[in-house]
């Protein structure tokens, strides 16, 4: 079955409710073949869209790839909750209308974080990191947030950031980086030709970081070869047992 075909039996499931609209999801079989999984619209009103639980653990815990989520609109319209039920959802959804389809994208968890402007002890480098683990990982430090004294966070040449990752529940990792790695930089100053660790990025994989730079706003940016060149260390989470 192709996209056409499922868009096809989607609008057919709408027939058989026309007095509200319908949902359900679109899974991957193991020979690469697409199939239609309707849910029942539990939603309280005829205008909103809520698959049954049957339906979601079918989607969500068998054998068959999810593709879609899906959910029609009995007009060429806009939903206000379309985008939000897309990002909480986690996966593109599919909205069928009379006489078009959308496919929405989920935002990344991270999406937040972007274009936050740079600001000492609550969104510099170090912060986005520990932000960005909680957002995606529920992952906060195991104890209190590093306290930098004052601006000299390098220690006087020291690197900073590999001094504390034992507290922190970080260990040193080489490369390959995976998703959610820290990477460490030396990036050179007016102070000092060889600086500790004085910055800080997220490995969004794909060769992609996400940082925030003094005097800057948060960020997706590639790890290019200027960026590689001041790389320091990459740290990785342990899964430590939180207490409480």
Known sequence: MKLDDVVAEIREHQRTA???EVCGFVLREADGALTVLRAENIAPAG?????????????LTGARA????????????????????????GVPYLVV?????????????W????????????????????AFADLV???????????????DWTGEGEDFFYGVHAGLGLVCVEPPWRFGDF???????????????NHLAVYLGDGKILQVFID?????????????????????????????
């Open 66 to 89: 999810l593709v879609f989520s899906y959910h029609t609109h009995a007009h060429d319209c806009e939903g206000a909750t379309d985008q939000p039920y897309c990002d909480g959802f």
């Open 111 to 130: 999406a937040g974080l972007l274009e936050r402007r740079w600001e000492w002890g609550t969104c510099d480098c170090a912060t986005l990191c520990f």
């Open 183 to 197: 990477l460490s930089f030396r990036v050179p100053s007016l102070e000092t030709r060889r600086p500790g660790e």
């Open 97 to 109: 209308s009379p006489t078009r389809i959308q496919i929405l994208q989920p935002a990344a968890p």
């Open 18 to 20: 026309p007095e509200r």
């Open 216 to 244: 800057g706003v948060v960020h997706e940016a590639e790890l290019d070869e200027r960026a590689q060149k001041y790389l320091a260390f990459g740290y990785r989470w342990l899964q430590l047992e939180r207490a409480g």
């Open 137 to 151: 990982h529920g992952i906060g430090p195991a104890g209190p947030l590093p306290q930098w004294p004052g601006d």
């Open 47 to 59: 205008d909103l869209a809520a698959p049954d639980a049957r339906a979601l653990r079918e989607a």
